[in-house]
């Protein structure tokens, strides 16, 4: 496995890569073009200056994570095509510059979703939570002003000003899309783009939604096992895979993330793998925690000896942390935290790779 630390780059990020690069066990960073708006093509030099950036630490930066999906693409609008032109545009840049991973979603309007960017934990740290109660009588437009609030100023990937402009317009067009129509687009996007990741070489790997559950009444299809079935179906291609996000399908219960990791991992359809812990307290209200595993829901070992089985190569992230040691950033994605989860994940892979050659 390669373990890597999402990176926003040198103008929007507080981290610098001089200390990414200090995490001990760090091999890599996950990095995007932010400031490209949602369907245009990335910039050739845009790309090869980060990558500079990134190599000049030695890091890898063979993913990134997104490319987002233009929602006329999500919404089969007859023009979609220009989209995904564009789209494939954009990974032939990006497969030329030696990028191998392309992590993207399909959640229609919203990225991820948290009710709570600094819900005070035990210990006095602070992390995400998400908790139904505090949407269910909200409007879209409300939880994303709490949101931009809740911020303080970072900007979040996922929640651009640009797409959420239109939010009411959004939600009207999707008034009527179901998650049938819904699976029926991603077919037609990853058949369209799929040829040009053969060629080049690049694994796109779907996050699953986050939370795995409809929100607002939206349509959303990468929720749970069955889910994953048939969207590696869709194109039957090691270049159509998974990010296996624990944090994300692990609010749901009934998700097994060992048993996914093993099942699409036995078929090589895992490109990407994002662990980190939740404390799940009821059906659809959770808060992210520290990464070990006494500390929430989930059970890292298992989650990792799985990754392992299916002798995992590609790149891992510690995904999100909490807010400790005073930090002030960006809601999940300070420094402290996020490199202790790393090297968590680390020994444990140390571990299981040792008792495995025993
Ligand atoms: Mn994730």
Redesign the pocket.
């Known amino acids: 496995m390669i373990m890597t630390f999402r990176w926003y780059g040198q103008e929007d990020d507080s981290i610098s890569l001089k200390h990414i690069r200090q995490i001990p066990g760090m091999d890599g960073v996950v990095w995007a073009l932010f400031d490209v708006p949602v369907g245009e093509v990335w910039p050739e030099d845009k790309i090869a200056a980060v990558i500079e950036q990134i190599k000049a630490y030695d890091l890898d930066y063979s993913t990134v994570e997104s490319v987002n999906v233009h929602e006329d693409i999500k919404l089969g609008r007859p023009t979609r095509d220009k989209y995904i032109e564009n789209y494939i545009r954009t990974l032939e840049r990006l497969g030329r510059a030696g990028v191998r991973v392309v992590c993207y979603n399909f959640m229609p309007v919203f990225d991820?979703t948290r009710t709570d960017l600094a819900k005070p934990l035990f210990d006095g740290s602070t992390a995400m939570e998400f908790d139904y109660r505090q949407i269910a009588d909200k409007s879209p437009q409300q939880m994303v002003e709490e949101i931009r609030k809740g911020s303080k100023g970072a900007k979040m990937a996922g929640w651009e000003p640009e797409r959420l402009k239109s939010l009411e317009a959004l939600f009207e067009a999707y008034e009527g899309v179901d998650e049938e129509q819904m699976f029926s687009h991603l077919g037609y996007f990853l058949r369209a783009i799929i040829p040009t990741c053969e060629k080049y070489g690049i694994r796109m790997a779907i996050?699953?939604d986050?939370p795995p559950c409809s929100v607002f009444g939206l349509p959303r299809i990468v929720k749970s096992e069955r889910d994953l079935e048939r969207i590696v179906k869709l194109v039957d291609s090691p270049c159509n895979s998974l990010?296996i996000?624990?944090?994300?399908l692990g609010a749901n219960l009934q998700n097994d993330i060992p048993a996914i990791i093993r099942r699409f991992g036995a078929q090589d359809r895992v490109a990407f793998a994002?662990i980190?812990n939740i404390q799940v307290c009821e059906p659809w209200v959770f808060h992210e925690t520290a990464h070990k595993s006494r500390y929430g829901s989930l059970d890292m070992y298992d989650m990792m000896k799985a990754l392992h089985e299916v002798n995992f190569t590609g790149p891992i992230?510690p995904?999100?942390g909490r807010m400790i040691w005073d930090e002030q950033g960006r809601p999940g994605y300070g420094l402290y935290d996020r490199a202790l989860g790393a090297n968590y994940l680390c020994g444990l892979w140390d571990a299981i790779s040792r008792a495995d050659k025993a």
């Open positions: 991820w996050h699953p986050d990010t996000c624990s944090g994300s994002h980190r992230r995904d999100h």
